[in-house]
Every structure is written in C-alpha cells, then in structure tokens.
C-alpha cells in the first residue's frame, strides 16, 4: 500500500508533541499538529492553515484535508477523541491514510494532564524552566479518561477490523527509540532514517507518580476498583438483530407510535393504541414509516419491557406448545431432545414444567447465538431488540409492563390527548406461570436473559410479579 496522508490518533498527554517533533525530523514527512481541534489550528493562538480559516474549516474540514494533501512528501496530522470526528469517519474510511496510534498508560496521562492544567505549561523545550506542582488526585475524573480513552480506541480498532486495515501501534516509551521510529518511518514508506532523537521538546515531570499526587491513597483505591482484565464483563455472543419494522403499529388518529418487542404485553397495547388513535397502520416497511412520521409532527415512540421470565413464557406457550414456529419446535426436539408432546396434545403440570424449564436451557444456548437455529425476534433479548430498533427509530419511552397505565397515561399526556382505559391482561396459560416458578425456574431464566437483568433492573419474577 502506497500512502497518501497520515493520521496520528492519540489522546491528551500521551507524548504526541514529542512524536510529532520526531516525525519532522524525517525527510519527507510533515507533520502539521492538531489542524481539526475545535480552538485553533495545528497548534494554539494559530486560525489559519492552507488558506483556510478555522470557520472555512469547521463548515467544510475535508477542503482542509485536501488542501494538506497538496504539499510535498507526506503529509499529516494528529487527531484527538475531541477533535472533529467527521475527519475521524473520514480518514478512518480511506486506506491510503496511514494510521498511527499513540498509546500511554492513562494513570500517567491523567496525572500529566492535571499538572499541565495546574501549571499552565503543556511544553518544555528547557529544562530549566520546568513548573512543577503536585496535584490532587481524582478518582471520578481519572475514571472518565480511562472511559473515555477506552471508547476512543475501541472505536477505532473496531473501524480498521471490518475495513481490513492495519495500524502501526506505538506507545509513549516506544517514542524515546530511535530503532521503533526508524520502523514507523518504513511503515510510511519513507526512505530517510534518524541517527537520533529531535532534542529540542523535554520530558514534563519525570518524577515517580507517587511524587506528583498530594493524595496518593486515593491512586491506590481508584485502581483497586477498576477492572482492566474485564473479569466481571459478561461475553455478548447474541445475534445482532436489524429493526423490525413491519411489526411497529402507528395510530392513525394520534402521533404514537408502538415498537413491539415481541411476547410482551402486545394485545392490552394495541387496543389502547386503538382507542387513542382510531385505527392502526400496520406492516410498515421503511417508507411507510418515514410518510407516517412526516404526518404526525411532534410523534412518540414507545415500547414496553415484560420480565424476561414472564416473556418467555410466553414464547413457549404461544409459539412452541402451538407450533405457531413448527420448524424452530422440529428443531428443538430433534437436536435438544426438548420433551414436548405432538402438536394440540394436551400436557399436564409435570410435563409442562419439565418441558418449559429444558425451553430455558435452550434459551442460554440460543441467546448466545449456540443454538443453530433461526434467532426468532421473540426469543431475543429485548436488550437485543432494543438495540436493533436504534438503527432506525429510537423509542422516546420505555415503559414496563408492570406499571403499563401509568406509562400509557404518561405518553397521551406528553401528546395532548386523554389516555384510554387499558382492557384487561389476556387469560393466563392453562398452567399459569405462577404455579411453575421456583428457585430453578427463576435461575434457569436469569442465566437465559442476563442481559436483561443486568441492563434493565429485573428482579426475581416472584418478587416483581
């Protein structure tokens, strides 16, 4: 790959000045700062590069881009997390870009940044003019920048993955080697070679950490609660789900609009969204929904969440006990052995709970997406669905079933119209759920939808129920 520009990704404090000043010492590369922080161009007090000023540039930053371009040998720049993330898309979206990307351990970027902040002096060029401060640690705000670092180059490695490129990784250490730069100048497929460091910028506070914090317990008591191994992070292997539009309902009459989330409380809220609006429109495709959006002016969207156990219920008795999904219950008994009766024959109490508590185990492995078989929206998680929703509608409320009036009351009143009464909850089962649930039952559920759980609050069915 022959390269036409570079991007440098780096965060505050990480020694990107120092790389930058280094990567100026090659023939045939510039380097030309900070040319999309929203203060200044390239580096501070300075509004214009190219030609261009800082309002040319923020109402068009790729004539910058392009205009950088022109200049002789490569040409590049460093780009922060808080800096114009429409170049971040764009340089990220173009492979001829070379990437390179600054890392340092953020507890010692934080601490740089609070002194930098304290002294005022983000650059030394003489030793002998070094300000130096201790600096109250914070715990809340170290944990934001490790956060926010975090999402800033996940977000990136995640870009260059699905686009199958490569970046040259360097960390703040690695910059002091003459040797590491020389091969980062061989990435760029740049001939010239350093003997050695640019000597002009000097290293801020090069004391231990444990010299520049007036409270040094509290590093210690920050770290202890983070969890850089990720040991409590729970995989997410579920199949990631598109929105399902032909199955949102819009009252005609009214500005709301019904995201379902399948085996939820789906009949009580169609009928209530029936008497507010008139009617409902049914089986939109996208088109139908952006000319039904474009109608209703000041619209709500909303969905409700049931309890995972409940909801699975559900699922089982009006999709697999019915064989409403034959081929998904063909399936569930082929390969799972899942103890089910033909299809119509009645079950009694043993049958039905043994065969809805094998439904559950199967659930932990279909969720994770280990099943093998179709991922049916109402087998879900609704963390799932929810999330697949958000690619083309994000409901304005999520509402519980387990205070659905109260909800739906809340809606009609945000859309100036009186909220109608809500018709009664179908029939239970002919084996009621309350008559199933146990110890076993409730953990089978929990291990099934712990996304659920974990993101929305649920509690044991028995006790929310």
């Known amino acids: 790959m022959t390269f036409t520009s570079f991007v440098l990704f780096a965060g ?15 023939d045939g590369l510039t380097c030309h700062g900070e040319v999309f922080n929203s203060g200044f161009m390239g580096k501070l007090g300075q509004t214009e590069m190219f030609g261009i000023d800082i309002a040319a540039r923020d109402r068009d930053p790729h004539t910058v881009l392009a205009a950088m371009k022109t200049g002789e040998g490569l040409q590049g720049f460093r780009q922060f997390q808080d800096h114009d993330t429409r170049i971040t898309q764009a340089v990220l979206d173009d492979p001829t870009c070379a990437k390179i990307i600054l890392t340092r351990n953020p507890l010692e970027s934080y601490v740089s940044l609070l002194i930098a902040r304290e002294t005022g002096q983000w650059k030394l060029t003489h030793a002998g003019k070094a300000r130096g401060a201790k600096v109250v640690f914070n715990a809340p705000g170290f944990v934001a920048h490790v956060e926010g670092l975090g999402r800033f180059y996940a977000d990136i ?24 730069l020389n091969g980062l100048a061989k990435f760029l497929g740049i001939p010239a070679r350093l003997q050695e460091l640019d000597g002009k910028l000097k290293k801020q506070n090069p004391d231990p950490l444990a010299d520049k914090v007036e409270n040094p317990k509290a590093v210690e008591e920050a770290l202890a609660r983070l969890d850089p191994f990720q040991f409590s992070r729970v995989p997410n292997f579920e199949p990631r789900r598109g929105a399902a539009v ?12 019904y995201m379902p989330t399948r085996n939820g409380p789906d009949a009580q809220v169609v009928q209530w ?17 952006r000319a039904w959006r474009g109608a209703h002016p000041g619209h709500r969207s909303f969905t409700v969440l049931r309890h995972p156990l409940a909801r699975a219920h559900t699922a089982f008795t009006d999709q697999i006990l019915t064989n409403a999904l034959a081929g998904i219950r063909q399936q569930m008994v082929r390969r799972y052995d899942l103890p089910l009766p033909p299809p119509g024959q009645d079950m009694g109490f043993e049958a ?5 508590l094998a439904f559950l185990r199967f659930l932990k492995l279909h969720v994770a997406g280990q099943s093998g078989v179709r991922a049916d929206a109402g087998m879900a998680s609704q963390a799932a669905v929810l999330e697949g929703m958000g690619a083309v509608c994000q ?9 659905l009036s109260e909800g739906l009351a809340f809606l009609a009143a945000q859309i100036d119209h009186p909220s109608p009464a809500l018709i009664p909850a179908p029939a239970d089962a002919a084996i009621p759920l309350s008559t199933l649930v146990d110890d076993e039952i409730e953990a089978a559920a929990r291990e099934a939808y712990h ?10 069915w028995r006790d929310e129920g």
Not at 273 to 287: A, I, N, P, S
Request: hydrophobic share 40%.
């Open 246 to 257: 032909p199955t949102f309902l819009a009252a005609t009459g009214a500005p709301a609009l």
């Open 157 to 180: 490695l995640h870009r260059l993955q699905v686009s199958g490129q490569t970046a040259f990784h360097i960390d703040y250490e690695d910059v002091q080697d003459v040797a590491v």
């Open 395 to 403: 409901p304005d409320l999520i509402l519980r079933e387990s205070r």
């Open 352 to 356: 039905h709970r043994t065969a809805f």
């Open 12 to 26: 505050m404090r990480t020694g990107s000045n120092f790389l930058e000043a280094n990567l100026n010492a090659f």
């Open 273 to 289: 969204l029936r008497d507010l609006g008139g009617d409902v429109v049914e089986k939109m495709d996208q088109r139908a929904l």
């Open 451 to 460: 996304r659920d759980y974990d993101q929305f609050g649920f509690g044991d």
